[in-house]
């Protein structure tokens, strides 16, 4: 089965950004990143579909983040920026609606 492995989070300050990438499920999947802050369900933050590349936001990031995708390297990235202490979470991609197993996941930490 094909594993999502994501990479690119860390720690940075309020104000700062971070671009996510993602080996993605295949070609002809929507794909999306959600998140999961400590205490809190996993919720999405933004999908994008493969082959026309239309992208759908949650409200709290929408103007901030950039969800994209990179059909030669089969990848999917989100570029965030004007990153908020709110925004601290697990960073998970899927496809969208999630279908496959949850990778690992990668920590995104704004300090304030």
């Known amino acids: 089965q094909v594993q999502l492995v994501e990479s690119g989070g860390g720690l940075v300050q309020a104000g700062g950004s971070l671009r996510l990438s993602c080996a993605a499920a295949?070609?002809?999947?929507?794909m999306g990143w959600f998140r999961q802050a400590p205490g809190k369900e996993r919720e999405f933050v933004a999908g994008?579909?493969?082959?026309?590349?239309?992208?759908t936001y949650a409200g709290s990031v929408k103007g901030r983040f950039t969800i994209s995708r990179d059909k030669a390297k089969n990848t999917v990235n989100l570029q965030m920026d004007s990153l908020k202490p709110e925004d601290t979470a697990v960073y998970y991609c899927?496809?969208?609606?999630?279908?496959?197993?949850w990778g690992q996941g990668t920590q995104v930490t704004v300090s304030s």
């Open positions: 994008i579909t493969w082959t026309y590349g239309t992208t």
């Open positions: 295949g070609r002809n999947f929507a």
């Open positions: 899927n496809t969208n609606p999630p279908t496959m197993q």
